[in-house]
């Protein structure tokens, strides 16, 4: 039968179709899995942590955990704990209110809550550490003016950790609490009345034991987040002396000589807890104990506050305030003085900070650096991804599936576990590019794979399959119907992505951190550095000054998607 | 010479057998439908003489050019193949206007731009759309959305166009609306067309043929009137139309004796190997008044539902229930009994 080949061969694409997807799938195995591989045998490393392949194997690391990083460990659990309760408080309030009730301004109000979300945990636990910290903090300056005793509020503590954690990294409990709440079906509730019971009744009844899987679902997703946070614990926990496994991860990398092996066996226990629970968490869900969510979205009927309208929509302010507001307000009037001061009576004002933090040869290159990076991996990585996303989502070829499961494992990984592991896989891969931009570059698009592919996956699903196919029966050749049809309607979803990955890559810190080289740096890393050695002032500058790259990126994001989900 | 001729197609996904061996032939100006319920193998079946699926064997030519034949290996890309098609979620391209979306066949064979333009005109008169031309796709309601795709599809001057359930996103009223003016259409036109729909009702009244299909095989292909009065199995007479199907046996040549002991004539569309065991009376053909030489069974009216256009009775005879449609005039009474005829020409034997 084969020796029948005359003719021109079944189909074209077949022969590439597969090299390509062998190709990506090579190169994605390699970027995602090597590293991993690594770290798993530094781990298991008891001999000298430094020599690598290790000479001798062993638990010792694992157990080390346990004998003497206990305090570790507990602090770990209970800031997740506090953290994740004070999340999900916030966020099943906002989340109901901005739901079910008549509160006015509910569509901007939804929008303000991703807020803190951008402005990212490292700016909050600045911003809060100005605001809160003993002696100095803005709000005991004005506590100590009115002669009050000792300090009214002091961040430099485990709940104050937990509380920024949950202010800037618990924004997903409200979005996962919303989505369940608006995927009920309002004539559950509706028949729920009709057969004569009261709002509350019902509220007990119906509403709360149907929205309870979200919320329960939503807790588990959040906590093992907050085991993994690590911007808030390093820039409050190192001063207090509080640790938790994140930044004991970070302290042991830092001592002489650098202890990896202890550090990747921190690592990846909490990668292992993490992934548990993040895999029983999507158990959970895809098993379809959520009767609420039925993939279609219902327009919920919001209930009639009457005179608590105003209370509700003052809880809604008090979060705005306290996340946004507040904060970014600390750090301008820091940024803007000489000694950091509330009692504006007392201020000397200057515009110094700036010019230092844009004077200042290595801040400025690490800014530099930071949006080339950004720019280069977005552009470079958005064509990658839309690759990688046409083979997951288009082709018919064997191995696709593989390939989604690759690229959204690097969301599995904890993000400063990914970079330990790549800090010890690229200083034994004989490839010389550690301390190099180009390293960080390839970091940077390992861990932004999840998000980029995430985000040209829903452009691409939401594109009918018919409307390329028409093309192709109207006459047209491959490359016409992807310049006249496919491209035009990925371009705005091709652009979102772009800028997310902007974004994300100018406010990375969790790879940063260990991939930085002298003649490498970024902009998060170094503010945190700046805050350590140089005073809070030029730090808030730096700080305000990567917000502001963010927010610009931000805004045009917005006016994108505005006009991606209003009918022209 | 045929247009479209298919021999033997199977096509797969993965494990499952789409289509099964499925082979057909369409003369030029033919309007044939593709008639089955949902994943009967209707529209990969489609699909595929369109070049969008790719069969694992047997053959596909148009004009008697192969198409796809896969002893010879050969596979003509969609875009080569010549055929235009009418997708079931119309397919309009919700980033051009009216017009561009009409020419988009014409610009991609490279017509010049007056070309263009009489053509694209000639299309829009044709689905009274040419006021719009200039609208953006995106703002346009689903009965004008179906009116540019099909403009689009026939703009380059086809002569084979697919159809792909165009009508069943539409509702009852318009659906009926277009199905009179797609009819006109196919006449004005020199195009040969395959139709594929799930609706029976639409399947008869536009097509010169219809080929009923069922888990992946073809189980019969006649004309409407046909495949209505003459239903070779219980398949066919079950989803085509609303017919009774009585149990029984045959006990003579032409004597089939159902439950309760009633001897019926009947015909029989192929030849009768004895063994069958039921007949198919379709539930318009019933007469409740009874007439010479036809067969006779007696019952009781157990209920009685006005439908307007008709009237549907449910009547318990000895061999079963039976359901009669009769025009809305002269009503029965629930519980009144009735004496229910029909000839043996309507009395259709079913293969076994």
Redesign the interface.
């Known amino acids: 039968m084969g020796s029948?080949?005359?003719?021109?061969?079944?189909?074209k694409r077949n022969v590439w179709q597969p090299l390509i997807t062998a190709a990506v799938l090579l190169a994605v195995s390699f970027l995602v899995l090597v590293p991993l591989v690594f770290l798993v045998e530094e781990s298991l490393n008891t001999g000298d942590a430094l020599t690598f392949p290790p000479e001798e194997f062993g638990l010792g690391n694992y157990i080390a955990m346990f004998n003497e990083d206990l305090d570790v460990l507990t602090n770990t659990v209970s800031i997740a704990i506090m953290a994740t309760v004070m999340a999900i408080a916030i966020g099943f309030t906002l989340a109901w209110i901005l739901t079910r009730t008549n509160v006015r301004g509910r569509a901007l109000l939804e929008r303000l809550m991703e807020l803190p979300y951008y402005m990212t945990p490292l700016v909050g636990a600045l911003a809060w550490s100005v605001l809160a910290a003993p002696k100095s903090g803005f709000f005991n300056q004005i506590w100590h003016y009115f002669g009050g005793p000792g300090d009214l509020l002091n961040v430099y503590s485990l709940v104050g950790i937990a509380w920024i954690m949950a202010l800037f990294e618990g924004t997903v409990a409200f979005v996962m609490i919303a989505a369940s709440m608006k995927s009920m079906d309002p004539a559950l509730e509706e028949s729920a009345r009709v057969m004569g019971a009261g709002k509350l009744r019902t509220a007990l009844t119906v509403t709360l034991p149907l929205v309870m899987p979200g919320v329960l679902g939503a807790t588990l997703f959040v906590f093992a987040e907050m085991l993994g946070s690590f911007a808030a614990a390093l820039v409050i926990g190192i001063p207090a002396r509080i640790y938790v496994i994140t930044t004991a991860i970070w302290d042991s990398t830092l001592s002489y000589p650098p202890d990896y092996g202890r550090a990747a066996a921190m690592g990846l226990a909490l990668f292992v807890v993490m992934f548990g629970m993040l895999t029983f968490y999507r158990r959970m869900v895809s098993r379809g104990s959520f009767a609420t969510i039925t993939g279609k979205a219902f327009r919920p009927r919001p209930m009639n506050m009457g005179g608590w309208v105003w209370l509700l929509l003052g809880v809604c302010c008090l979060y705005i305030f306290l996340a946004v507001v507040l904060p970014i307000g600390a750090l301008i009037l820091t940024s803007l003085q000489r000694f950091a001061t509330v009692i504006l009576s007392q201020a000397q004002w200057t515009l110094g900070n700036y010019q230092m933090a844009l004077g200042l040869g290595p801040v400025r290159t690490a800014l530099g650096n930071s949006l080339l990076l950004g720019f280069g991996v977005a552009t470079v990585g958005v064509l990658v991804m839309a690759l990688i996303v046409w083979i997951i989502y288009r082709s018919t070829m064997r191995g696709r599936g593989a390939v989604e499961y690759l690229v959204m494992f690097p969301q599995a990984v904890p993000r400063m576990v990914f970079g330990l592991a790549l800090l010890w896989a690229w200083l034994n891969i004989p490839i010389p590019i550690y301390g190099t931009l180009w390293l960080l570059a390839l970091a940077y698009f390992t861990v932004m794979l999840p998000l980029g592919v995430r985000t040209l996956a829903g452009v691409v699903l939401q594109i009918?399959k018919?409307?390329e196919?028409?093309?192709?029966?109207?006459?047209?050749?491959w490359g016409?119907?992807m310049r006249?049809?496919t491209l035009?309607?990925l371009k705005p979803g091709i652009l979102a992505a772009w800028l997310l990955i902007f974004m994300a890559c100018v406010r990375e810190l969790g790879v940063s951190v260990f991939l930085m080289g002298p003649n490498a740096k970024v902009i998060a890393p170094s503010i945190i550095s700046a805050f350590s050695s140089s005073g809070t002032e030029l730090t808030a500058a730096m700080a305000l000054i990567q917000t502001g790259s963010v927010v610009v990126a931000l805004i045009i994001l917005f006016r994108l998607t505005r006009g991606m989900t209003q009918?022209? | 010479m045929n247009r479209i001729e298919l021999k033997d197609l199977v096509i797969r996904y993965g494990d499952t057998t789409a289509v099964n061996g499925v082979s057909f032939a369409v003369g030029r100006g033919e309007h044939v439908t593709l008639l089955g319920p949902s994943g009967c193998g209707k529209t990969t079946t489609l699909r595929s003489i369109?070049?969008?699926e790719?069969p694992v064997s047997g053959s596909i030519s148009i004009d008697g050019q192969a198409m796809f034949d896969a002893?010879?290996?050969?596979?003509v890309?969609?875009?080569?193949?010549?055929?235009?098609?009418v997708?079931?979620?119309y397919?309009v391209?919700?980033?051009m206007s009216v017009f561009d979306n009409v020419a988009?066949?014409l610009r991609?064979?490279k017509k010049s731009g007056a070309e263009i333009k009489t053509a694209v005109e000639r299309a829009l008169d044709l689905v009274q759309m040419r006021h719009l031309a200039d609208r953006?796709a995106?703002?346009l309601s689903g009965g004008q959305q179906q009116r540019v795709a099909l403009a689009?599809a026939i703009a380059?001057s086809p002569t084979v166009v697919?159809f792909d359930e165009p009508l069943s996103n539409l509702d009852a009223k318009l659906r009926a609306e277009m199905r009179v003016e797609l009819r006109e259409l196919q006449r004005r036109l020199d195009i040969t067309s395959v139709y594929v729909t799930h609706d029976q009702e639409e399947a008869l009244a536009i097509s010169d043929r219809v080929i009923v299909m069922n888990v992946g095989v073809i189980e019969q292909i006649g004309t409407p009137e046909e495949i209505y009065n003459s239903p070779r199995n219980r398949f066919v007479a079950d989803f085509v139309g609303s017919a009774n199907i009585l149990r029984g046996h045959v006990t003579g040549p032409d004597a089939f004796t159902v439950e309760g002991g009633t001897a019926l004539k009947f015909t029989a569309p192929h030849k009768a190997s004895g063994r069958e065991t039921e007949v198919a009376v379709r539930t318009a053909y019933i007469d409740v008044v009874g007439h010479n030489g036809d067969n006779q069974l007696t019952g009781n009216v157990r209920q009685r539902m006005f439908h307007g256009d008709f009237v549907q009775y449910i009547v318990e005879c000895a061999c079963g229930r039976l359901i009669v449609r009769r025009p809305p005039t002269n009503l029965l009474d629930e519980g009144a009994p009735v004496m229910l005829s029909f000839s043996p020409g309507h009395t259709v034997l079913l293969q076994a």
């Open positions: 029948h080949r005359r003719s021109a061969p079944l189909n009918d018919s409307l196919e028409c093309a192709r029966v109207c006459g047209a050749s016409y119907q006249t049809v035009p309607l009918p022209e | 369109a070049g969008l790719q002893t010879a290996r050969r596979n890309p969609a875009e080569q193949r010549g055929v235009s098609m997708f079931q979620s397919a391209w919700p980033h988009y066949g991609v064979r953006a995106s703002k689009r380059f697919l």
